[in-house]
């Protein structure tokens, strides 16, 4: 094949293997254990995106009894069933090898024919993914129909391995630009957090004398109280915005909903969904609106609770649905220290202990607002939002530069996986 020529094959003449994760039965919630070879969720799959954290394990036994499941360095991992349309590539520098889900599936590559980071960016561009999704059921829970097989008979073109090369080093290195800005984002997140403890949770905050005061949660520094958050916070419930108008297709409006909150805190840039219908216009959010989660899909409710700060996205309107609170505050100095008390282990607890229902999670305003803290003083929060703001600004920042970053991966990789662009 010369460097200019594309040839068609059906994906299954050249992989070398395709399988599925194992049957629910095989792999129960007992067998997870804290280290050892992890699973890969859905949670892990984030929009093209690898996410290599918040795993479960299985021991090594457990894992060579499921061997055909399992997925190695440059395996491709799709989802089937549930969220599908998922894919991922599994890092070189992390663990030796991974699980796939009972959702899941796993494809390796004949690296006579593909390079696993083009193949990758196939998957991920529109062409690849209307093939991918062109056999799907829609009765009950989406999914795609006879998975190993409609993956097998998938038509690809395909260019030399060099050029192959070239294309995925293109895209890499943009996705890489935007990785490192994420990680940049989360460093500064972690950095807030610090500060919010080393102020709120250990009182060494500027100007502290020592002097300690009893009450219902411990030694506090004195001149500070304990309040229900009731005190200082309301929960605005969002609006019923009808699934009719739901959809895929980029529209001015987005519905900010639990997948729009990150595990820990923190909002989660990945995950749009669009509206296409009419809503009363008290419902649309701002930027600097601190949000919360009242439902939680998973049965472990992984964001109930938890707060968000929203974004600028410019040209669109965000819009605030039933699952998700808006949080009014009786004074505005509070809204960055409740955005951090929102975030920490012993509220989430709190939230966790009183949640109601098994495979979706609830909780309530009433709830979080019941939930007891210290208050501190509000010349104290002033100080504390001077020095927090530079870094939720650093932040949003930074979600700029990656959003523009995105735009230009976005509209190259169709044209680059399709051969319209010559290299």
Known sequence: MNMDEWRSYKLG???????????????????????????????????????????????????????RSLAFPDDL?????????????????KHPKYLVSQSQMKLTVNKKYLHPRFLYYFFRSPIGQYELLKNTSQVGVPAIAS????????????PSLDVQLQIASILSSLDEKIELNRQIAQT????????????FVDF?????????????????????R????????????GFAFKGEFFSDEETNDIL??????????????SKFKYYKGEFPSEYTLN????????TDLSKDGDTLGYSALVPNIEGKRLLHNQRIGKILFSEKEFNHYIYFLLQQDDYRNFVLGSATGSTVRHTSPSRICEYRSVIPPVEILNRFNLVIQPIIDMIEANFQQIKTLTQLRDSLLPKLVKGEIKL
């Open 13 to 67: 003449d050249i992989v070398d293997d395709i399988a599925m994760g194992p049957f629910g039965s095989n792999i129960k919630t007992d067998n997870f254990i804290s280290s050892g070879v992890p699973v890969i969720r859905g949670s892990n799959l984030n929009e093209g995106y690898f996410e290599d954290n918040h795993f479960v394990f299985i021991s090594e036994e457990k894992a060579q009894s499921l061997k």
């Open 77 to 93: 991992v799709f989802t089937h069933r549930g969220t599908i349309g998922q894919v991922g590539i599994i890092p070189k520098d």
């Open 147 to 158: 998975p190993t097989k409609s993956l097998k008979e998938i038509d690809i073109s395909i």
């Open 188 to 199: 500064l997140e972690a950095i807030a957090q610090a500060i919010f403890k080393e102020w």
């Open 204 to 224: 060494n905050f500027p100007g502290a004398t020592g002097e300690m005061q009893e009450s219902e949660l411990g030694e506090i520094p004195k001149g500070w």
């Open 226 to 237: 304990v309040g229900a958050l009731s005190e200082v916070i309301s929960i605005k419930h």
């Open 256 to 269: 900010l909903t639990p997948g729009n909150f990150k595990i820990g805190g923190g909002f989660n840039y």
């Open 287 to 294: 930027q600097g609106d601190i949000v919360v989660t009242m």
